[in-house]
């Protein structure tokens, strides 16, 4: 099956934080989006993980999305690198991922994920870099290596599977 399957899905979150944010082109749009597919995850217990990288230096994760347990805090661009981390992730997981900066911290742990064996789907309307130009290329890169590229809001439809989901109408109230 070629579909993100909910049984097997887990949401990561990467750095929106609140002192690199407003440096972010189109941050705000990026934020509202991984915001709704963060609100479709926790409504369907879709498992749900954060990172913040040097969060003393660039701050918590912005209030708009709201972080459940405890951030991995990172210094390597790449959260695989944490001790730790992958352990954290199931070996047959699908794993969609959001966060910021695309061509740095997004990018580097979408390869730690596939070199790790993980199934990747980048939500492009969900991830951000201060330049556009950086976006375009990590997401042709992350493509390159393995990497689904979808939205958010095929993420969502694809964890629904269905119009019959009894949280169908609550989801689509998130998504309009």
């Known amino acids: 099956m ?38 479709i995850a926790a409504m369907l217990d879709i498992p749900r993980l954060f990172t913040e990288q040097n969060p003393t230096r660039l701050g918590a994760t912005v209030e708009a999305l709201p972080v459940e347990g405890e951030p991995v805090a990172k210094f390597a661009f790449d959260v695989c690198r944490e001790a730790g981390f992958i352990k954290r992730i199931p070996a047959d997981a699908q794993v969609v991922v959001t966060g910021c900066e695309a061509h740095v911290c997004v990018l580097q742990t979408v390869l730690g994920l596939l070199d790790a064996g993980r199934k990747v789907f980048v939500a492009q309307d969900a991830i951000g870099s201060r330049k556009p130009e950086d976006k375009s290329a990590a997401i042709r890169r992350m493509e390159r ?32």
Not at 150 to 172: C, K, N
Request: hydrophobic residues 55%.
């Open 2 to 39: 070629r579909a993100i399957d909910p049984t097997r899905s887990l949401l990561l979150v990467i750095d929106f934080q609140a002192r690199l944010m407003p440096a972010i082109a189109e941050g705000e749009a990026a934020i509202r989006s991984a915001a709704k597919l963060l609100a």
């Open 145 to 176: 290596h393995g990497a689904e590229i979808v939205t958010s809001e095929m993420a969502a439809f694809e964890w629904l599977q269905t119009a019959e989901h009894p949280r169908f109408r609550q989801a689509i109230a998130l998504i309009k």
